[in-house]
């Protein structure tokens, strides 16, 4: 049995889920004639999907015990993956990877029916840590394909989310990824015709390719709302917002993000050179030369202590004046999955 002291910390630990606080910007003087400064963007960093799936692990480490197995990497992030890895996580790419009756946890962009019953088949524990705004598209492709529209899913095929999805409606179900690939399709019923897109996706870029979409099927039916997350738009925004104020713009983020990646685009479509970077030790000093201003971001699944590491860097080459920009409040929070909050509860008891 677990210890109280054990119980109080992962009360802790859920506690996060609700509140998010981020270290204070670090301010220096400017010295006598310089200008150099950082703009750090707010919203940046973590959203309410990466937070409840980096804490079910925590908890179901604290509360269950190494090892907890994950498929996939649980966030697209190498340094939470890693610092997880060192808490006894292990990491898969196959459910066929799990020994038969081990608990098994699925990452934050979701899984396809085929790997829940590939689970199920090998009596294993799942725990589910696909983010909500994930599940509403799924849920949204198992809709439109039980009317009978054929479905276009605007995405990058090689990504994690978009195999999930795929999977509900494999065989009316389509992936496009620009807009040449859109005049391409062929249906059985033009007139019923759905789409649906990733989470993740620039925002100028899905517009494009829903505007064609539409021009090729007039009567095309989408989604209630859009299916494009919350936070992967407000970053987006941010980056709009703030890109012409600025000589540099560097995105914090793991080279399989997309979210990230999108960050970087946004900020080039703009004119404004703009670098993915993992951690500060990636910054090139020749990226600095000449650059007086320099904005920092991060995508949903880069933890702040890595955006704080950029910040120390830059302040140590000169910027020390650092300017947080905030574009617009962020306030989404998700709750725990049931098979977490029954355990939660009974070890509190405990």
């Known amino acids: 049995m677990r210890t109280r002291s054990n119980a109080r910390y992962i009360l802790r630990v859920v506690t996060a889920t609700v509140q998010i606080t ?23 960093g973590f959203c309410a999907g990466v937070v409840r799936a980096i804490d079910i692990v925590n908890i179901a480490l604290e509360t269950f015990g190494a090892p907890i197995y994950v498929r996939k990497e649980i966030v697209h992030n190498s340094f939470v993956v890693n610092e997880l890895a060192g808490k006894g996580a292990i990491f898969v790419d196959d459910i066929d990877q799990v020994p038969e009756g081990m608990r098994v946890i699925y990452s934050a962009h979701g899984v396809s029916p085929a790997v829940r019953e590939s689970s199920k088949q090998r009596g294993l524990k799942v725990i589910d840590a696909t983010c909500p705004l994930v599940t509403k598209v799924h849920v949204e492709a198992i809709k439109f394909a039980k009317l009978g529209y054929s479905l276009v899913l605007i995405g990058h095929r090689d990504h994690d989310e978009i195999e999930g999805t795929l999977g509900e409606a494999p065989d009316v179900t389509q992936v496009v990824s620009s807009v040449e690939e859109v005049h391409a399709l062929q249906v059985p019923d033009p007139s019923r ?106 995508g949903a699944s880069a933890p702040e202590v ?45």
């Open 193 to 298: 015709v759905a789409y649906l897109t990733q989470t993740t996706l620039s925002l100028d870029e899905a517009r494009d390719i829903i505007q064609a979409l539409k021009k090729k099927f007039p009567q095309i039916a989408g989604p209630h709302s859009q299916d494009i997350c919350y936070a992967t738009e407000n970053r987006q925004v941010a980056v709009k917002n703030v890109a012409h104020q600025a000589d540099l713009v560097l995105v914090v983020g793991s080279t399989n993000s997309s979210n990230s990646n999108r960050l970087v685009e946004v900020s080039q479509n703009l004119s404004t050179k703009s670098y993915l970077i993992d951690k500060a030790e990636d910054i090139q000093p020749a990226w600095l030369e000449g650059v007086n201003s320099v904005a920092v971001t991060a």
């Open 306 to 350: 890595l955006v704080q590491g950029v910040v120390a860097l830059l302040i140590e080459r000169g910027y020390g004046d650092v300017d947080e920009v905030e574009v617009m409040p962020e306030n989404v929070r998700f709750g725990l999955p049931p098979e977490i909050a029954q355990a939660v509860a009974a070890q509190a008891l405990a």
């Open 22 to 44: 981020l270290d204070a910007p670090r301010r220096t003087a400017l010295s006598p004639g310089s200008d150099k400064r950082v703009l750090l963007l707010k919203p940046r």
